[in-house]
C-alpha cells in the first residue's frame, strides 16, 4: 500500500467516525469494551499462547491419527 492510498484511507475512516452521531460513537465504545479479551494473552503476552497453539496442534494431530 503506497503512502498515499493510506492517508486516503485513514482520511475516509476519519470522516465516518465524525459524521456518526455522538450516541452511536459512544454504543460502539460500551460494545467494545464489553467483549470477552483474552486474559492469558494480555497477562503473559504471545509466548505463551503460541505454546497454547502449538500443544493444541499437536493434540489435533494425534486424534486424527487415530
Known amino acids: 500500500m503506497k503512502t498515499n492510498d493510506f492517508i486516503k484511507y485513514l482520511t475516509q475512516e476519519f470522516v465516518t467516525y465524525v ?27 504471545w509466548i505463551p499462547f503460541a505454546l497454547m497453539m502449538m500443544l493444541k496442534r499437536k493434540k489435533g494431530k494425534r486424534l486424527s491419527e487415530k
Not at 30 to 45: D, I, M, P, Q
Open 19 to 45: 459524521d456518526q452521531p455522538k450516541e452511536e460513537r459512544k454504543r460502539y465504545r460500551s460494545v467494545e469494551r464489553g467483549r470477552k479479551r483474552n486474559y492469558s494473552r494480555t497477562l503473559f503476552g
